[in-house]
């Protein structure tokens, strides 16, 4: 009777949404002929809208189901997924699948829609690649699809609950190629547009999909309070930041005419049906708990199949603000103006939030000093100088990415490079020596091995994963880090990175990644899956310091400008000496790099002393030998110099 139930709820969500989309398209005005662009025919239309709409919703069950096996499904400290998971994760493998073929079948319809030709001339070989070529979003399904194909291998390998985590983060991953270079990349604001909905699409997709889960665990008898429990808390965040995040988008893309437009009237009844989601479910699940689990999650799927519908027709009508005022430039690649040079009074005072690292930023130092009261409240101390270097490296990551500083840094070299040196250098090393590992680890509490697997099991997991153990090799470390700098602006990848938000993004979060495990391995507090000796750690130090000295000559010395496509594109008329100002960087490049690699030299040094100190402590000695203090005080006379 329960297994009818939820065939039924899922039949009537799926005819829902397609007619929902079916009735958008037919209701929309054309498009195309706003656009100024050929009609590839109202049938391309319809089967472009409801591919997405079955891409959209096989990726919410794969990530979400993922997420519910990897995290809301107790499992063993030991890390085998319990039978309750294994189960949920197999229409993971189905969905998947399901994604690999939607997502191919995208590939063609948004090529023969980005060319205004019908789709049949998308499945001609010969015309294909000519169809591809130009546009961006069908390469950014082909990324989704090999994502996705990646992501049907690992769910038929899975055992542990760190693959299952894994196909999450790719599912999320996969998703947000065809929306970020989609209408949230047009025009004034969007930059705050993509980046609200980056947090939009994966927050209602895990929720989506961790319902599915849940209405297949209950119907195999899943009664467990834990995963209730766990669920109502997964679902509470992920509404709550759908909302949220969805709210700011529709906000800046209704433009002039806010949500009185066509346009925004789509968005409030998407938002209007989350928010009513939310409220029923969440209530729900709180007074009836497990005796009506499928009733409830049948209506609530449904209702989200609707909203799911409404954004795979809202993907094909363009947003007010693309007609509301003249594109420029500027707008085009920045999602802003910089008419004015870089005054300090500009460099302090223009804020302009990044959605993703001030929110990270926010939540990392929120945990953190949950972490640290955890402690003292209960009698154990923590350092307070590492409490003060972990808020001093996010807040300079934040005014990295939204302050002043970061809002003039695309229009000059010179302040690029200082955010660079900052994002890569000073901030991750402030955060590698806070400890973050350690606090969790001693704030998070112990499960046994028979019991459920909660969050310090699942830091411990990550800590000794096959892939933190491979990027935090010093063999691997290292040179990413260095050569990173080479790469990005000796090849032409720094201009083609510039010209759009989403790679800027990316070019940001590598930077502070290839710091961290960088300084992670050299200095770090948190014990690295690969430890060194002190000596080692002090020659990968010093080995550094050329390698940014030879970068910065080669930037003083260098006749041509680095991206001086990307700079010709944006037109400022303040920026009237760009090779100076690249100059000008090579030098903030050279000082800036040098600078945090004597610091964390010193900050070697001292852990060094002090783990002798402790060795000679436990050896029942006072003092280190003679020769070793001389080594050290040579050291440091080098240091000094």
Same mark, same amino acid.
């Given at each position: ?65 993922? $997420?519910? %096996?990897?995290? @809301? +499904? ?8 319990? *039978? !309750? /998971?294994?189960? #949920? &994760?197999?229409p993971v493998r189905y969905a998947a699948a399901t994604w690999v073929v939607a997502a ?42 090999? $994502?996705? %194909?990646?992501? @049907? +291998? ?8 760190? *693959? !299952? /985590?894994?196909? #999450? &983060? ?90 009185a437009s066509g346009y925004g009237i789509l968005v409030l009844a998407k938002l209007a ?369």
């Amino acid at each position: 009777m329960r297994s009818r139930s939820a065939r039924r709820w899922g039949v009537a969500a799926g005819g829902a949404a397609v007619a929902l989309v079916v009735m958008i398209v037919a209701l929309t005005p054309d498009v195309h002929r706003l656009l100024g662009d050929s009609e590839p025919g109202w049938w391309t239309d319809v089967g472009a809208s409801v591919f997405r709409l079955l891409a959209d919703v096989a990726a919410a069950v794969t990530a979400g189901g993922a $997420l519910f %096996a990897a995290f @809301v +499904v107790p499992g063993p400290a030991s890390g085998i997924v319990s *039978p !309750a /998971a294994y189960a #949920a &994760l197999r229409p993971v493998r189905y969905a998947a699948a399901t994604w690999v073929v939607a997502a191919a079948a995208m590939v063609f319809f948004s090529a023969a829609q980005a060319s205004g030709r019908p789709v049949t001339d998308a499945f001609d070989p010969a015309l294909l690649p000519d169809l591809v070529g130009p546009a961006e979003e069908p390469k950014a399904w082909l990324v989704t699809l090999v $994502l996705a %194909a990646i992501a @049907v +291998v690992t769910a038929r390998i899975l055992v542990t609950w760190r *693959p !299952a /985590a894994l196909i #999450a &983060l790719l599912g999320v991953a996969a998703l947000l190629p065809p929306v970020v270079v989609g209408h949230a990349e047009v025009g004034a604001w969007h930059d705050v547009v993509t980046n609200s909905i980056v947090w939009h699409v994966a927050a209602a997709s895990l929720w989506t999909g961790s319902v599915v889960a849940l209405v297949l665990w209950a119907r195999r008898g899943g009664r467990d309070e834990l995963v209730l429990r766990r669920q109502r808390r997964l679902v509470l965040v992920c509404a709550v930041v759908t909302v949220l995040s969805g709210g700011i988008s529709g906000y800046v893309l209704t433009g002039p005419d806010g949500f009185a437009s066509g346009y925004g009237i789509l968005v409030l009844a998407k938002l209007a049906v989350a928010a009513v989601v939310l409220t029923v479910a969440y209530w729900a699940r709180r007074r009836w708990g497990a005796t009506s689990v499928v009733r409830i999650a049948g209506i609530e799927l449904t209702l989200l199949a609707v909203t799911m519908a409404l954004a795979a027709g809202l993907a094909r009508v363009p947003p007010p603000t693309f007609f509301s005022r003249p594109p420029s430039a500027q707008n085009t690649i920045l999602g802003y103006e910089l008419p004015t040079p870089p005054e300090l009074s500009r460099l302090l005072l223009d804020w302009r939030p990044d959605l993703i690292f001030a929110v990270i930023a926010v939540l990392a130092v929120a945990a953190y000093l949950a972490g640290v009261w955890r402690l003292r409240h209960r009698g154990d101390t923590w350092p307070a100088g590492r409490v003060l270097t972990w808020t001093s490296g996010w807040l300079l990551v934040l005014a990295s990415t939204s302050s002043g500083l970061a809002v003039h840094a695309p229009g000059s070299f010179s302040l690029h490079m200082i955010v660079h040196m900052l994002l890569n250098m000073l901030a991750p090393a402030l955060l590698a020596i806070s400890g973050p590992v350690t606090l969790a680890l001693r704030a998070l509490p112990a499960t046994g091995r028979d019991a459920p697997a909660g969050a310090r099991a699942w830091v411990v997991a990550v800590l000794h994963a096959p892939v933190t153990r491979f990027f935090a090799h010093p063999l691997v470390a290292f040179p990413v880090f260095i050569g990173s700098y080479y790469l990005l602006y000796f090849t032409g990848l720094f201009p083609a990175v510039m010209q759009y938000h989403w790679a800027h993004q990316l070019m940001n979060i590598h930077f502070v990644v290839t710091g961290y495990l960088y300084y992670w391995v050299v200095v770090g507090i948190d014990p690295a899956p690969r430890p060194l000796p002190h000596a080692a750690k002090l020659g990968m130090l010093l080995a550094a310091s050329p390698f940014h000295m030879y970068f910065a000559v080669l930037v003083l010395n260098r006749d041509s400008l680095i991206g001086e496509r990307f700079y010709r594109y944006l037109d400022l008329t303040w920026q009237t000496d760009a090779l100076g100002d690249q100059r000008l960087g090579g030098g903030i490049a050279w000082g800036g790099g040098e600078l945090p690699l004597l610091v964390t030299v010193v900050v070697l040094l001292v852990q060094w002393s002090r783990h002798d100190d402790r060795l000679a402590r436990r050896r029942g000695r006072t003092a280190l030998d003679d020769d070793h203090d001389a080594l050290l005080d040579a050291l440091a006379r080098r240091v000094a110099r």
